[in-house]
């Protein structure tokens, strides 16, 4: 059962414009969702979170937006760059026993066009 | 400063060897995670553990698979008599407080089982 899901596999986007990443999760108990990035033979690199009390948080290029109603989240790059190029996973972690252990999406390529 | 480091990097086991995989946390951090990344799917959680104890390992196979993490030295993720199903990339990371979500990845060890 997948508790974290990216409907997209993957995205292509023309460079300067923008790239929405979705993500829709299931689970209520989700207090923390994170975005990470991955390159071919890398580990994940962690880009930005957000708490769930919270609705919108922003880093330079990088926003996240959390409906929690709608139990959706979405990273929106903008202007996209060809280096924004990787394999983007959306995560959630819950309150269990604080164990920040992360349930993770099976990810969205994003392919950035020069 | 290193980050996570994983060794080695690619390995390759006949079915039914031993494969063992290590994971330096950064410095000063003293919660490592262990996660799977077979082909085409997303990571999943295996093991959570603090210096000499296992908090969490409710993502890992019952059979075959262990992990520690002791006082001195790198965490070790174990698993004996590989099958070809075990073949993955297995990524350590690594926290500093047990609250955090500020994990950092390690660049991951391949495991090939032929």
């Known amino acids: 059962d997948q508790q974290v899901k990216q409907n997209s596999p993957s995205l292509s986007v023309q460079e300067g414009r923008i790239s929405i990443l979705n993500c829709d999760y299931t689970?209520?108990?989700?207090?923390?969702f994170l975005w990470y990035k991955k390159y071919p033979a890398e580990g994940p690199t962690f880009l930005i979170s957000i708490s769930s009390i919270k609705d919108k948080n922003e880093d330079g290029r990088f926003t996240v937006f959390l409906n929690k109603s709608a139990k959706h989240l979405s990273l929106h790059i903008v202007p996209s760059q060809p280096g924004d190029s990787a394999v983007y996973f959306c995560?959630?972690?819950?309150?269990?026993?604080?164990?920040?252990?992360?349930?993770w999406g099976l990810g969205t390529s994003l392919a950035v066009n020069p | 400063n290193a980050g996570v480091m994983q060794n080695p990097r690619h390995l390759v086991r006949r079915r039914g060897q031993e494969a063992r995989l290590r994971c330096s946390p950064m410095k000063g951090h003293s919660h490592v995670y262990w996660y799977r990344q077979l082909p085409e799917e997303g990571l999943k959680f295996m093991v959570y553990?603090?210096?000499?104890?296992?908090?969490?390992e409710s993502g890992m196979p019952k059979e075959r698979f262990s992990a520690e993490f002791p006082k001195e030295g790198p965490s070790i993720l174990r698993i004996q008599q590989v099958v070809r199903g075990d073949s993955a990339a297995y990524f350590c990371a690594s926290s500093p407080d047990r609250g955090g979500h500020g994990y950092t990845f390690g660049s991951g060890t391949r495991l090939t089982v032929v």
């Open positions: 995560a959630a972690s819950g309150q269990a026993g604080n164990n920040r252990k992360l349930i």
């Open positions: 689970n209520s108990m989700f207090d923390y």
């Open positions: 553990l603090q210096k000499e104890n296992i908090i969490d």
